[in-house]
């Protein structure tokens, strides 16, 4: 069982930064492939990106690609977002996931976290 407590969300204005971290407890977390999702009101949740286990294979959306960065520190049991550029159509609720292998299929991540918001202002 892991459980996913993500942080850093907020109010940032269009072309501005900010880094989510996603904590998970349990001593397993360095077997798991970890990705970020987003859902903006009114639509599907959408994927923003996914690392390895160990954070050797890194896949981006076409969306954020050049802007978004993602890491993860397997001692500290976290995974981060960082977000550059930010545009007003980067605003939703995201999520990070964690599961047995990565890539954008959500179907292949086994847990989620709650959310945090993310509203950039024009």
């Known amino acids: 069982q892991v459980q996913l407590v993500e942080s850093g969300g907020g109010l940032v204005q269009a072309g501005g930064s900010l880094r989510l971290s996603c904590a998970a407890s349990g001593r397993t977390f360095s077997s798991y492939a970890m990705a970020w999702y987003r859902q903006a009101p009114g639509k599907e949740r959408e994927f923003v990106t996914s690392i390895d286990s160990s954070g050797g294979v890194i896949v981006y959306s076409d969306s954020v690609k050049g802007r978004f960065t993602i890491s993860r520190d397997n001692v500290k049991n976290t995974v981060y977002l960082q977000m550059s550029s930010l545009q007003p159509e980067d605003t939703a609720v995201y999520y990070c996931?964690?599961?047995?292998?990565?890539?954008?299929?959500?179907?292949?991540?086994?847990?989620w976290g709650q959310g945090t918001q993310v509203t950039v202002s024009s």
């Open positions: 996931a964690a599961g047995a292998r990565g890539g954008s299929r959500t179907y292949t991540y086994t847990y």
